[in-house]
Nanobody
């Protein structure tokens, strides 16, 4: 049974930082590309960042560039999203997702999803 479990969300003031984690089980994590996505109330789910199975290829949405850093630890089956300089517009439920091999990091490109963790940034 495949499980992706996010953690690390919470309430933070604008300018603050959070580190999200996503632990994956039931899959050969080291063969999966991983992505972080978010969905704000009333909006579509959007890509935030993605990382290839090896960590050698990384994608950031324009909104994340310079502020967020994605990383992975294949020994721990975990992918991280370090979020700095948070803004109120970053408020959303953040999801991690997995898919095998190479490919894109759009929501439709991913096969397995976690249930999300809520990030709220106050002004």
């Amino acid at each position: 049974q495949v499980q992706l479990v996010e953690s690390g969300g919470g309430l933070v003031q604008a300018g603050g930082s959070l580190r999200l984690s996503c632990v994956v089980s039931g899959r050969t994590f080291s063969r999966d590309r991983m992505g972080w996505f978010r969905q704000a109330p009333g909006k579509e789910r959007e890509s935030v960042s993605g990382i290839s199975w090896s960590g050698g290829s990384i994608y950031y949405a324009d909104s994340a560039k310079g502020r967020f850093t994605i990383s992975r630890d294949n020994a721990k089956n975990t992918v991280y999203l370090q979020m700095n300089s948070l803004k109120p517009e970053d408020t959303a439920v953040y999801y991690c997702a997995a898919s095998r091999g190479t490919g894109g990091f759009r929501p439709g490109d991913m096969d397995y999803w976690g249930k999300g963790t809520l990030v709220t940034v106050s002004s």
